[in-house]
C-alpha cells in the first residue's frame, strides 16, 4: 500500500520548490522498495543504490525512473533509528548526489539476516549478506553519515520546532534561489 501512496504524493509535488522525506524512525523493510521509491525520485538511467553480495548470488539495486520523477531539491531526515532498507534507499540517493541528507547517523545496521533458535531456546541471529552503496561504502556497523547534522534537542522539540526539518526547508529555499 505504500507505493502507490508515495508515488502519488511525489507526483503531486511536481512543481514544489523541494521535497523531504522523514525516515526517521525507520526500521527498515523489504530492500527492493528502495529500488522502486528512488525510481520517483530521478529522470536518469543506469542508476543503482548500491550491491548487495550473499553466498552465491549477486543483487544489484538498480534504480528504474518514473515517467514522472520529482527531480528538483531533495532532502531526506535520518537519525539513529533509521535502519536497514532506509539507510540504503538514504545512502544510495547521497551517494548518487539526488539527495542531501540531514540528522544524525543512521544505525548501521543495514543487512539482512535470520534468526536461529538455539538449544536451549535462545535465539542468534547472523548476517546472510553485505551490502555496499554506489559510493563504495559498507553501511553495515558505520551508517549514513548526513551532509548535514543536527541534532534535535528537548528545548526545540517542547518548543514545538523541529531543528532538523528546519535545516532541510532552509537548504530548499537556498537553492531556489541559485541562479
Known amino acids: 500500500r505504500l507505493m502507490p501512496a508515495f508515488g502519488t504524493a511525489v507526483e503531486e509535488c511536481g512543481k514544489c520548490d523541494g521535497l523531504i522525506i522523514d525516515i526517521r524512525g525507520n526500521p527498515g523493510g523489504i530492500g527492493g522498495m528502495a529500488m522502486g521509491m528512488a525510481g520517483w525520485l530521478t529522470d536518469r538511467q543506469n542508476l543503482q543504490l548500491g550491491t548487495m553480495y550473499m553466498r552465491g548470488a549477486t543483487l544489484k539495486f538498480f534504480i528504474n525512473p518514473r515517467a514522472r520523477a520529482y527531480t528538483g531539491p531533495l532532502a531526506i531526515l535520518v537519525d539513529g533509528t533509521s535502519a536497514s532498507t532506509s539507510e540504503i534507499f538514504a545512502g544510495g540517493l ?78 530548499i529555499r537556498q537553492q531556489g534561489k541559485q541562479p
Open 94 to 171: 547521497q551517494d548518487l548526489h539526488r539527495a542531501r541528507v540531514f540528522g544524525t547517523r543512521t544505525a548501521g545496521a543495514a543487512l539482512p539476516s535470520v534468526i536461529t533458535r538455539l538449544p536451549d531456546g535462545d535465539g542468534f541471529q547472523y548476517a546472510v549478506a553485505n551490502y555496499i552503496s554506489e559510493g563504495g561504502r559498507p553501511l553495515e556497523g558505520n551508517g549514513v553519515t548526513p551532509d548535514v547534522e543536527v541534532r534535535l534537542t528537548r528545548e526545540s522539540l517542547l518548543a514545538g520546532r523541529d531543528a532538523v526539518a528546519e535545516a532541510a526547508l532552509e537548504w
